[in-house]
């Protein structure tokens, strides 16, 4: 995990991506890509930036369209197995709000629960089978209530359950490991950094109120 004094940080899969460019833009631009994302109040001042920082980002963007291209086989695994999960997922909620209705146990959709995680079972899965099934019959009854903290990743429902009781389980849909979906978040994470810093940049050099521009 990268990370400045102000908080500007990413992840290791992203942190890859950028160091593989970063010496193509360093021979192109004399710009180093992880300072520019880091502290980008220090070029504000550098002329031509806003033009650079475009051309850079364009760069970056055909950069990641070649490397989307060179994994049409992860993408394809990583697409079914996410309507896998979906499907998955889309199931499993129908049970247990029918286990909350017949064990009358409260079905919340809470924004957040303030619990100890570390004491948590999690239990991950990506298949339903009588096993499942009966797991999730047994929690349900062992449980105060049931929190549903499902979420959507693209266009896929990822289900996560908690059942609260003595103990606290969490039923977990999970997407299986795959190189396009890291590359997939990475570049969303990569994407993200560079329209803050664009955004900034331009802010920067907007005229102020008596019609200087910020040195």
């Given amino acids: 995990m990268a990370e400045n004094d102000n908080g500007t940080q990413w992840s290791d899969n992203a942190n890859v991506i950028i160091e593989d460019i970063a010496s193509d833009i360093k021979d192109k631009y004399n710009i180093d ?23 850079i980002n364009e760069d970056i963007n055909n950069y990641m369209v070649d490397m989307e291209s060179s994994m049409q ?7 079914k197995d996410g309507l896998k999960c979906d499907a ?19 079905l919340v959709k809470p924004l957040d629960i303030e619990r100890n ?6 239990i991950q899965i990506n298949n339903i089978d009588n ?9 349900s009854g062992l449980s105060n209530f049931i929190a549903d903290f499902s979420n959507n990743y693209k266009t896929y429902n990822l289900g996560r359950w908690l059942f609260d009781g003595k103990k606290n389980y969490v039923v977990n849909v999970s997407l299986e490991p795959n ?11 990569i994407t993200a950094l560079m329209n803050n810093v664009g955004n900034y940049l331009k802010q920067q050099g907007k005229p102020d109120e008596t019609g200087d521009t910020p040195q």
């Avoid at 998955?88 to 409260?106: D, E, F, G, Y």
């Fill in 179 to 189: 190189a396009y979906a890291e590359f997939d978040i990475a570049r969303e994470e």
């Fill in 117 to 122: 995680i570390d004491i948590e079972e999690v």
């Fill in 131 to 139: 096993g499942v099934m009966a797991l999730i019959s047994k929690l």
């Fill in 73 to 79: 086989d992860d993408k394809k695994d990583f697409e």
């Fill in 33 to 55: 890509l992880k300072d520019l994302l880091m502290k980008p109040e220090f070029y504000v001042s550098k002329k031509g930036i806003e033009v650079t920082f475009d051309n």
């Fill in 88 to 106: 998955v997922s889309k199931q499993l909620s129908q049970n247990i709000s029918m286990q909350a209705k017949q064990n009358n146990i409260p």
